[in-house]
């Protein structure tokens, strides 16, 4: 079964910057691709940010360009999600998922695995 954490999340400042993990402790995000996506209140889930399994290659929403940066370490099991220039609008709980493909996209779908969620609050 697969157990991914979602770490790191909690309250900051418009143009504050929070760093999320997401660890992977059954290792199923081997050879597969993860993502972030995040879910404001009262709105559905939307993509963030993925990346592929090797070799860095990453996509994001457009509402996010510039200022998150997705990355993974491996050998550490564990995905990361730098955010930067916080807007309150980027308020909302904030998952990781693990992919069934080795490429990284934005359906949902392709995310069968996934963590319970941060809750990252942006203040004006």
């Known amino acids: 079964q697969v157990q991914l954490r979602e770490s790191g999340g909690g309250l900051v400042q418009a143009g504050g910057s929070l760093r999320l993990s997401c660890a992977d402790s059954?290792?199923?995000?081997?050879?597969?691709?993860m993502a972030w996506f995040r879910q404001a209140p009262g709105k559905e889930r939307q993509f963030v940010g993925a990346i592929r399994w090797r070799g860095g290659d990453t996509i994001y929403d457009d509402s996010v360009k510039g200022r998150f940066t997705v990355s993974r370490d491996n050998t550490k099991n564990t995905m990361y999600l730098q955010m930067n220039n916080l807007k309150p609008e980027d308020t909302a709980v904030y998952y990781c998922?693990?992919?069934?493909?080795?490429?990284?996209?934005?359906?949902?779908?392709?995310?069968?695995?996934w963590g319970q969620g941060t809750q990252v609050t942006v203040s004006s």
């Open positions: 998922a693990t992919s069934r493909f080795s490429t990284e996209t934005k359906r949902q779908s392709d995310y069968p695995y």
């Open positions: 059954k290792r199923t995000s081997r050879n597969n691709a």
